[in-house]
């Protein structure tokens, strides 16, 4: 037997053993939980969905529960656990204004909030199911209301920092997405989210950088954050152009773009498109398939492309179609010329379609859930407080009047 070959079976049971041991090995060992509890800052934009890793608990512990408070101390604390039958959320299922209960799972010790809300700022904390807690966040939630959108192509600049004595408040921006399109010109955009820096923060947050944490934060006192509430989150927005890349064509592909080629062939669609009728002067909004607020996403209608400097939300306030900072296309009052198919890209591919029927007659059963229900509701609730307004002014001035004896004299 050549020697050879015991010294490659020893090489490889060494290898399977050193295997094991790094398998076996439990990362809640080399992490020892702190002996007093410390909340880390994260923030995030609203409709984002986030991540609470549980870096640390004992080893006897096999399962965790995470509770939620507003406050510190506060005496509302709702239990956030996947145990007792619960069934794990995904994150398609979740609907826009559900509460929180709904709308989170907890998987491998790690607690998922999907489409989290300003409502879901507060503290966070990981434990057991007798309330012994071992890790902590202040998690920071900002709303896109009031978002500030800058446009580099046209010589716009972010919103200056802020000093105000020792506070300093500032914008922190993410990453620059990938580009939206590609093989034509597109656009990519980086979210800047609010952050101070002040000496008078609390010592039992954890801070990245010394007296740094975001402005809606449990560390920052009451007084410093009433001053931050004007410093909104901001959107920075500049064009690309990336070249697609080359899809291999299989074996029935290549044989339907030859015969393509020779002959003719009905039209096939490059990406999955969906049909939807919509009742004309009603409101609608497309969402496109699998993406995310901190995704690239671009939408087209036919050939015209819909670029965010003319479409996104608050570029103009009389817009009737526009982009959110959801990457949601509104069309508000669907009109006849709205007919078409509006095409969606996502990091930089094109992945769905959506066929837009207008239908000018048919019956529609109104529900008080719709957009154009609400806005008409408004609409009359705001003519009669006027009239009731002018009503009571009219009478309180003619009391006014015959109470000081200055009321004029008509009679002849």
Request: charged share 20%; proline share 6%.
């Amino acid at each position: 037997m050549n020697m050879a070959h015991p010294t490659v079976l020893l090489w490889v049971w060494g290898s399977l053993q050193a295997f094991e041991l790094v398998e076996k090995e439990n990362i809640f060992q080399r992490t020892p939980c702190p002996a007093f509890l410390i909340f880390d800052n994260a923030a995030y934009l609203a409709d984002m969905s986030f991540e609470l890793p549980c870096h640390c608990k004992p080893e006897e512990v096999s399962a965790v529960v995470w509770y939620y408070q507003k406050h510190l101390g506060s005496r509302h604390t709702k239990v956030l656990t996947d145990f007792d039958g619960r069934v794990l959320t995904e994150e398609s299922q979740v609907r826009v204004g559900s509460d929180m209960l709904v709308r989170f799972s907890i998987r491998m010790f790690s607690l998922l909030v999907f489409r989290a809300q300003p409502e879901d700022s507060g503290l966070y904390f990981c434990g057991t199911r007798k309330g012994d807690y071992f890790y902590a966040y202040d998690v920071d939630i900002q709303s896109s209301e009031g978002m500030v959108a800058t446009f580099k192509d046209q010589g716009q600049e972010p919103i200056p920092d802020e000093h105000r004595g020792n506070l300093h408040i500032f914008t922190t921006f993410w990453e620059w997405t990938p580009c939206d399109r590609c093989g034509v010109r597109g656009e990519q955009w980086r979210i800047g989210l609010c952050y101070l820096q002040s000496p008078d923060l609390s010592p039992r947050y954890h801070k990245t950088l010394p007296d740094v944490v975001s402005c809606g934060s449990q560390a920052v006192p009451r007084k410093l954050r009433a001053q931050t509430r004007e410093h909104t989150p901001e959107l920075l927005v500049q064009s690309c152009v990336v070249p697609c890349e080359k899809k291999v064509q299989d074996g029935l592909m290549a044989i339907f773009s030859y015969v393509a080629k020779v002959g003719s062939r009905p039209w096939v669609p490059e990406v999955p498109i969906q049909f939807h009728e919509q009742r004309l002067g009603h409101g609608l909004i497309i969402s496109c398939p699998g993406s995310r607020p901190e995704h690239a996403v671009a939408w087209d209608k036919d050939h015209q492309y819909l670029y965010r400097t003319q479409y996104l939300k608050g570029v103009n306030r009389s817009m009737r179609v526009f982009i959110d900072h959801g990457n949601h296309l509104h069309i508000r009052f669907t009109q006849l010329s709205d007919r078409g198919i509006y095409y969606c890209w996502r990091q930089g591919v094109r992945v769905a379609g959506f066929r837009l029927g207008v239908a000018s007659r048919g019956s529609y059963r109104v529900s008080f859930s719709d957009p154009e229900t609400h806005f008409a509701m408004e609409l009359t609730l705001l003519g009669y407080l006027f009239i009731t307004a002018v009503f009571v002014t009219i009478h309180l001035c003619r009391c006014c009047c015959y109470l000081f004896h200055c009321c004029p004299n008509f009679s002849p």
